[in-house]
């Protein structure tokens, strides 16, 4: 299971708050109100941003072992995520679509009991060759 692990930065502004940024990372940041959520918020922020990028096809930063220059009472700290975890929950997620049929035929299914969500899905995978 593939594991990346960057140098998060808790910077904390004297209020109850906590913000996070990685340094090697642009553009992922994140905050909590205490270090524990800060420290869940950054691994969903720094999980969601290596899925984005890796889905947009770009190439993920390298991680670099320098320390940030950080300010009284900050920290850093390492934080680490499992990509292929997170990419197999969002595809895996059930997604809701709305589908029109003609009303005889949603009758017809109905007294048969039929599972829409599951002929549905059945269906799209024959068509598409789609092993189950």
């Known amino acids: 299971m593939r594991k990346l692990t960057y140098l998060a930065v808790f910077e904390t502004d004297g209020n109850s708050g906590i913000s996070v940024y990685f340094p090697d990372v642009p553009g992922c940041v994140s905050c909590g109100d205490n270090f524990d959520h800060a420290l869940q918020m950054a691994k969903e922020a720094l999980s969601l941003h290596v ?51 003609p009303h005889w035929l949603k009758a017809a299914a109905e007294v048969e009991g039929l599972n829409y969500s599951r002929l549905l899905e059945t269906a799209i995978k024959e068509t598409l060759g789609i092993a189950s």
């Open 51 to 101: 899925y984005g990028m890796e889905k947009d096809g770009e190439p993920l930063p390298r991680r670099t072992d320098k320390i940030p220059a950080t300010g009284e009472g900050d920290m850093v700290v390492p934080v680490s995520v499992y990509p292929d975890i997170v990419k197999e929950e969002i595809n895996s997620r059930r997604e809701k679509t709305t589908v029109t049929i």
